[in-house]
């Protein structure tokens, strides 16, 4: 709407704003209007952004604001979000609000625990000291594991802050240091809580035969990181399928109800044993895995077991 036909009577703006309209539409006098400005954010915290610089710096404008929506602390002048009133009412109504926060209290450790204690995944926006703070970090990571990857190498490499992490979400194993992808503890609290995991274990923890299935119960592509002896185990290949059919992953790489009736075709026809592997290949070959069906060339085992 252009200038001129935005709105400038005083007594119609407040009744269209009780109404839920925008200081959008209201005329550039009436939006460094105190009065009509503090009863809009109070309402509705986004039209701090159509208020005038100056009422953009005005704190209680801003303070209104924030209290309804923390995340307009965007639109507040720069002296405002170095305030730290202002910055922890933000905060306390959207965690978010923290990333708009200045550099200043960026690396104040109470205004960091306040937003990390909800919202882990903005401590990236935390200085680095406070990176490499303990409490800071396992605050962030109990409630957002994949925060880890924002902490100091340091704090990488602590057990507690590591379990932490993978026990609010398996996948953080990733960002833990490479000596602690080697512990089997963490690898097993990790792999129960998400099957790809198993991609940031070491070598030697990839060969554990109880990892990889139980990594493939709910991440049937857990095969293509079982070492190469494992891949050629008849329990992991059979795991793989009943996953596979659990998840309901056809050969297509489609999801179909009518997945058990072919497995069923396949598994209970003796007369098509050749026919099953040459599917199972298919498939694995999209997993990219390259696996040998030596072992069971001659088998009249079923190769799912339900």
Do not use: H, W
């Not at 990390?116 to 401590?123: A, P």
């Not at 923890?205 to 008849?234: C, G, H, R, W």
């Amino acid at each position: 709407m252009g200038r001129k036909f935005r709105i400038d009577d005083k007594k119609k703006v407040i009744s269209l704003i009780e109404q839920g309209q925008s200081l959008a539409f209201v005329s550039e006098r009436l939006q460094d209007d105190k009065d009509i400005v503090l009863f809009a954010v109070s309402r509705q915290g986004y039209d701090l952004k159509y208020a005038s610089l100056r009422l953009q710096g005005d704190k209680d404008v801003v303070k209104a604001a924030v209290l309804n929506d923390g995340g307009v602390l965007v639109y507040a002048s720069k002296e405002l979000r170095n305030d730290e009133e202002i910055v922890t009412k933000a905060i306390k109504n959207n965690p978010s609000a923290f990333v708009y926060a200045s550099k200043r209290l960026r690396a104040i450790k109470k205004i960091v625990l306040l937003a990390v204690l909800e919202n882990g995944n903005v401590l990236s926006y935390a200085s680095m000291k406070l990176r490499d703070n303990k409490d800071v970090v396992m605050a962030a990571v109990s409630n957002y594991g994949l925060a880890l990857k924002y902490a100091s190498e340091r704090l990488r490499a602590d057990y507690e802050v590591a379990f932490a992490a993978v026990s609010n979400c398996g996948n953080a194993l990733q960002y833990v240091c490479e000596d602690l992808r080697d512990n089997r503890e963490l690898a097993y609290l990790a792999i129960k809580n998400d099957g790809l995991a198993i991609a940031s274990l070491s070598m030697r923890l990839q060969n554990d035969k109880e990892l990889v299935l139980m990594a493939m119960e709910t991440f049937p592509k857990a095969i293509m990181y079982a070492s190469d002896d494992l891949q050629k185990d008849e329990d992991v290949i059979n795991t793989f399928l009943s996953s596979c059919y659990e998840n309901g992953i056809l050969f297509d790489g489609s999801v179909d109800d009518t997945l058990k009736k072919e497995y069923e075709r396949l598994i209970n026809d003796e007369k098509l044993i050749i026919e099953r592997k040459n599917k199972i290949k298919f498939l694995l070959m999209q997993f990219n895995c390259n696996l040998d069906f030596d072992t069971l060339e001659n088998s009249k085992s079923k190769v799912l077991k339900y």
